[in-house]
């Protein structure tokens, strides 16, 4: 390990001294750091970052007063304007049998729809179990 010095905004070394806990500042920049380096490398393609960024603008558009998650109606404009933009890149052929055997050789031989939604799940309680562990180390400062 090197030890380095770095200027930051007040309201930065705030932020990151809070979220940092008990893990403490340095560990929250490094945390941060190793994300954003990981996040350059992930291999990504245009029309991926296009309708990524299509969902952003969407997301912005519709936040208001009250957010998609509290709003059925706002909620169905969502989902059908993300159908729309899946639907709009939908790929005409099957692709590489690998990518499909790669799938099912983790998730067994299950449809596509299965398998998306056994991967939705899982992200669903992984985020849940960061957002309980932040959320302890929030309650355990008071």
């Known amino acids: 390990m090197i030890q380095t010095a770095l200027w930051l905004p007040r309201y930065m070394h705030e932020q990151l001294k809070s979220e940092g806990g008990e893990r403490g500042l340095g560990e929250e920049i490094r945390r ?3 994300y954003a380096f990981k996040a350059a490398q992930a291999p990504t393609d245009q029309i991926t970052n296009e309708v ?3 969902l ?3 997301f912005r558009d519709l936040s208001g007063d009250d957010p998609w998650h509290a709003n059925r109606f706002v909620y169905d404009v969502l989902r059908s304007a993300i159908d729309t ?3 709009n890149r939908r790929p005409s052929g099957e692709g590489k049998p690998e990518t499909k ?3 099912q050789a983790l998730y067994g031989q299950k449809s596509a729809e299965e398998i998306g939604r056994i991967i939705g799940l899982v992200a669903i309680k992984a985020y849940g179990r960061e957002r309980m ?3 302890f180390l929030e309650g355990s400062k008071g």
């Open 32 to 34: 941060r750091l190793e």
């Open 85 to 87: 933009l899946l639907a």
């Open 133 to 135: 562990g932040q959320a």
């Open 56 to 58: 952003k603008d969407i």
């Open 52 to 54: 990524l960024d299509q």
């Open 101 to 103: 055997a790669r799938l």
